[in-house]
């Protein structure tokens, strides 16, 4: 039995998720431009994500875990590695490659000496307190006898104007040339923006790909690739001061035209958009009404008397404008949509 379209779906612009990562590639300068895939491509799906952009040019891709790079095993990026490095229910695994850890402590660091593991990257950590080995470690001689692709660390503010930055910069730039390291690499999405000093030989964007403006460079270049849309289950007419949903936290103060769409907040929109987030019919503007439920939401469509039962309606989705809405970060508005939409490239 054939199952039917769902009845929300994403509508990916491919052409857009390219454009940004050239011009990422393009303020990177001499740096190679490579990409975050992790969560499945910050939920556009990164199958098709690393397919799009290996068609671009791009040989470095980057996921969290083992069980996502086995999920790309067979379409053979040229550089894959995991960033959460290799516990040894990984080993097996990791042994048999093609793809590579990012080796985050000394525990790991033994574990792949000891088993014969080949090349590797190392993560160090400059100040985030998070993964990586420490910056007197990597000098120390803890890695000595590892083959490294690149040695890497991870910028925690990236997105603000703060020393911290340059302290993190610093400190691995004092590692150039005391590992056995090809590469050295630091700055992310934001990180980018930061100049040149940031790039070292590999920079390693993700939000930024998939529509995220996190500074003003960002602003100039890089496109919305995320819009989600939700069929209308039922059409209605709600009179003057009967309420909409749970709790009834909205009262028509006249008679309303009003949408009933198939998503919610099981799907990833959020009860956060309750009452202040929006849809559109082309350029007509549609508010979202009362509370988000878990699988339905209420639009206002007296602006759209054409609609109806079986017509799509787009969410009101820009990250950066949403995530100011909302309070949500533009991280999870897209790593949070969920498995139930269609996920359809353009």
């Known amino acids: 039995m054939t ?26 300068g001499s740096a190679a431009c490579g990409a975050a895939v992790k969560a499945d491509g910050y939920g556009l799906g990164a199958r098709d994500v690393v397919r799009r952009l290996s068609r671009a040019g791009c040989r470095d891709f980057f996921v969290a875990t083992w069980a996502e790079a086995a999920t790309l095993g067979d379409i053979a990026p040229a550089s894959l590695s995991v960033l959460h490095g290799v516990r040894a ?27 014969g593991g080949g090349v590797c990257d190392v993560m160090v950590d400059t100040g985030m307190n998070r993964l990586g080995i420490s910056v007197e470690d990597a000098a120390s001689g803890l890695l000595d006898g590892l083959t490294i692709d690149t040695l890497m660390s991870h910028l925690a503010c990236a997105d603000e104007d703060v020393s911290m930055n340059a302290r993190q910069r610093d400190a691995l730039a004092g590692l ?28 390693r ?11 003003a460079a960002h602003a100039v270049h890089i496109r919305q690739v995320v819009f989600p849309q939700a069929q209308i289950l039922q059409r209605r ?10 709790n009834a936290t909205w009262t028509a103060p006249a008679d309303t035209q009003v949408a009933i769409l198939n998503i919610g907040y099981a799907d990833g929109y959020l009860r956060c958009f309750s009452g202040k987030g929006g849809a559109h019919s082309g350029d ?18 007296d602006a759209a008397a054409e609609l109806a039962e079986g017509d799509w309606i787009g969410l009101d989705y820009a990250l950066p404008e949403t995530a100011m809405l909302t309070g949500l970060s533009q991280y999870e508005l897209l790593t949070g949509l969920g498995q139930r939409f269609d996920r359809v490239w353009m």
Not at 205 to 215: T, W
Not at 284 to 299: C, E, F, H, I, Q
């Open 89 to 115: 229910e990984d080993m097996d695994l990791a042994l048999a490659g093609p793809a590579r850890p990012v080796l985050a402590s000394a525990e790991q660091v033994r574990r792949w000496r000891e088993a």
């Open 205 to 215: 964007p993700g939000i930024a790909l998939y529509g995220g403006v996190q500074c």
């Open 3 to 28: 199952i039917p379209p769902a009845p929300l779906r994403l509508s990916l612009d491919g052409d857009a998720l390219v454009a940004n990562w050239r011009a990422l590639d393009a303020m990177s």
């Open 284 to 301: 007509r503007k549609l508010p979202v009404l009362g509370r988000v439920s878990m699988d339905l939401l209420a639009v206002g469509v």
């Open 237 to 246: 007419h709600v009179k003057a001061g009967e309420t909409v949903g749970y």
């Open 176 to 203: 150039r040339g005391r590992t056995a390291a090809r590469r050295m690499s630091l700055a992310n999405s934001a990180g980018i923006a930061l100049g040149g000093d940031y790039h070292f030989d590999l920079t």
